[in-house]
């Protein structure tokens, strides 16, 4: 996967423009991932409280909303088999990927708790 996402052709789509600003495809990972600049990594634990909020509200929330709608991504079902886990990943990540394109509804009870990462909010 991270030859993949190192190689632009597999997110070779059409920027998107969010706000007035355009906006080119990207891969949310977490910190086992190399920096790529097709990635949006977070930052290693033990960091500043704004960092800490950058891995809450960019990465966090973009994996909260993939195990939101999809439940066996949360960690509580035992997907032992690794080569089937990878491809539950896969299918779950497509088909997250066509809902979110599509604004398919999702439920802000969906989200993991906030709780753990008040502290980090910037004011």
Not at 2 to 10: G, L, N, P
Request: net charge positive; aromatic share 10%; proline share 7%.
């Amino acid at each position: 996967m991270c030859q993949k996402v190192a190689s632009d052709e597999w997110l070779a789509h059409l920027p998107r423009t969010i706000e007035g600003v355009s906006v080119k495809p990207f891969v949310v990972t977490d910190s086992a991932f190399p920096l790529e600049p097709t990635c949006i990594k977070c930052y290693k634990i033990g960091q500043p409280p704004y960092r800490r909020s950058f891995n809450y509200r960019v990465v966090e929330q973009a994996f909260g909303r993939l195990k939101g709608r999809w439940k066996i991504m949360d960690g509580r079902c035992m997907l032992n088999d690794p080569v089937f886990a990878r491809h539950v990943a896969m299918v779950c990540c497509g088909l997250h990927n066509v809902c979110e394109r599509h604004n398919c509804a999702f439920e802000p009870g969906w989200l993991p708790e906030e709780i753990a990462y008040v502290e980090t909010t910037l004011n």
